[in-house]
């Protein structure tokens, strides 16, 4: 007798949430179709210029076959993060439905997967206008390095900064993160099952949803004051607050190790490095009031702090004991920083290096 497959989670309908994400994504930067294919070229053409510098660098050498990187417009970034969403949750949501006491009908389904599919195709659609790079794990799928176009072209208007430069620069922080994942690897597959296991302890199963609910209408008003982690934090328990402080250390470490490699390269590859820094970081602080409760709502302000705090980590390590010594990070997933080491380096240079 043939056992059926476990049916499609239906919790998020995957391709309403592309076509909302689509629908709702705002229109980028007015050019032309010149324009727009030369800024395209440009932009390969950096990501390829990034390589050497950036494994000088880090002193971290991505493989030969490593995908190169893809430059794409927002509605294909929407696609590809929306398929590995599904990839990265699916999985999580099959566990939850497992361990529903009632299975919910075909109609119930239906209806819940539309609306949690509109509602993840429009933070991907305010997602899509924000991202300037980014290395997609693919959770069961190929890694890759996407590099948004309308967005990089957009910021650099707006900073009034050299585009070759800049975009080399952007370029140069994300090779860093395609290097970390394909010159270690382990690291990987390490943040996809750390990720999902950590979501799987977080969405609520709907016994325990109303008091999901009701803890976040409590806490809300003041995490958007205190300008926290997010929703997710407000919602976890305790156990469940010091797993996420743990893939926030590995995340602060990803980041920051990836803006000082983009500031260390320096200005004999990129002369206006400094100018671009100071105005992308005036940029940072001067979002709107909107533009910052979202922020709050999704965690991006903690993750501006996740820059900031992990290249002061790797500024101080490198300091004290050398690239080399830093590089010792990726040895495994016990060379890791700790949650309280992002904070105190010297602690973790004393746990590694003795």
Known sequence: MTVPAHPTTRYVDWEFAKATGSRLVPAGPTVTSTEAAAAVADIRAASQRAQQPVAET????????????VVV???????LNADSM?????????????????????????????VTGAETGAL?????????????????????LMLVAPNLVQVERELGVDPG????????????????FTAVPWLRDHM?????????DLVPDPESLQETLQRLSRQLPEAIKAGGAGITEIIATPEQRERLAEVTAIMSLLEGHADVVMDEVGPQVIPSVAHIRTRFDQRRK????????????LGLEAKMRQYRDGAVFVREVTAAVGTDGFNRVWE???????????????????????
């Open 58 to 69: 880090a002193r971290l050498h991505a493989p030969g076959d490593a995908p190169a990187a």
């Open 73 to 79: 417009d927002r509605p294909t970034w929407i696609a």
């Open 86 to 114: 599904s990839s990265l949750m699916d999985p999580v949501f099959g566990a939850l439905i497992d361990k529903q006491k009632r299975a919910p009908g075909d109609l119930a389904k239906a209806i819940g997967g539309r």
């Open 124 to 144: 991907l659609a305010f997602m899509a206008g924000k991202v300037l790079g980014q290395y997609d794990l693919a959770p069961g799928g190929t890694p890759q």
């Open 165 to 180: 430069d800049f975009r080399l620069w952007v370029c140069m922080h994300e090779e860093t993160h395609r290097v970390q």
């Open 192 to 200: 996809v099952d750390r990720v999902r296991s950590l979501a799987t």
């Open 286 to 297: 001067g979002v709107g009031g909107f533009d910052r409760l979202l922020r709050r709502l």
């Open 332 to 354: 495994s997933p016990e060379t890791l920083p700790k949650p309280a080491e992002i904070e105190a380096p010297s602690a973790w240079v004393a746990r590694v290096h003795g």
